[in-house]
């Protein structure tokens, strides 16, 4: 069975918390409850969609006969399991000193002063927004197959696979603008991180050496390991519908 995600409350993914305590966000008021604030992500036709969605499922799953046993508990395990430890080793590889074999490079540092901000973080945005093409190709069909693999084991699951596709349908637009933007904000850490440098150069009355940026604890080595936290913590944000799915299709067959 595919390894289980961290169990997390909507209101705290650890991709929230990473962007907050990089100070690239605000923290989200625990307090607010998740339905209230999904209700705010859709739309009242959506809604009336979701509904009906819910309602048909609900009316025709008496009449609903299972078919032939299916136990897709394995192959949709090794296929998440699969999937998870493609994206987590790209990322990972990749971010590394020493990638070795990858087919997303992390950029070539800008190593000279003066630094100049508006030319040296695009490429690391270019490279965050490579990492999300990966994940969306690799998760979203993954979600499909599970969907599919859950509408043939049961009346009940089928019903849980509609309304995960109607949701995903409904909430895909948001879910992605909303993720388009941390690659905007990571920007603020890249300069926060460089300013910091800057202002200890000063502090300590030492001159600044490009060379040294990338070593360990320095500014820039620093910047490449919240890049990886980030990426890392947004594939188990993406990860979490297609897990709960499959731990629907467990616990219902147990």
Request: hydrophobic residues 45%; proline residues 7%; neutral net charge.
């Amino acid at each position: 069975m595919a390894r289980v995600l961290p169990r997390t409350h909507f209101h705290s993914s650890k991709l929230i918390r990473c962007l907050a305590e990089l100070d690239m966000a605000d923290a989200v008021d625990p307090g607010n409850a998740f339905a209230e604030q999904l209700g705010l992500w859709i739309h009242f036709a959506d809604a009336i969609t979701l509904s009906a969605v819910h309602s048909d499922s609900i009316a025709s799953a008496p009449n609903m006969q299972p078919e032939a046993p299916f136990d897709a508990r394995v192959p949709i395990g090794i296929e998440f399991d699969r999937i998870q430890a493609l994206l987590v080793n790209s990322i990972t590889k990749s971010c590394s000193p020493t990638p070795g074999k990858t087919h997303i490079k992390l950029p070539i540092p800008e190593l000279e002063l003066p630094l100049n901000l508006s030319t040296a973080y695009p490429p690391y945005r270019r490279f965050y927004e490579a990492h999300q093409r990966d994940m969306e190709l690799s998760i979203q069909p993954l979600r499909v197959n599970v969907r599919e693999a859950l509408a043939k084991a049961s009346p009940r699951l089928n019903k849980l696979a509609d309304l995960d596709a109607t949701l995903e349908k409904i909430l895909r637009e948001r879910e992605s603008k909303l993720l388009s933007k941390v690659p905007v904000l990571l920007k603020r850490r890249f300069e926060q991180l460089f300013k910091a440098h800057q202002q200890q150069l000063v502090d300590t009355r030492q001159a600044d050496n490009p060379a040294g940026w990338t070593q360990a604890g320095a500014w820039l080595a620093r910047f490449c390991n919240d890049m990886q936290m980030l990426l890392l913590a947004e594939v188990e944000l993406r990860l979490q519908p297609t897990m709960g799915l499959i731990e629907a299709f467990k616990q219902d067959t147990q």
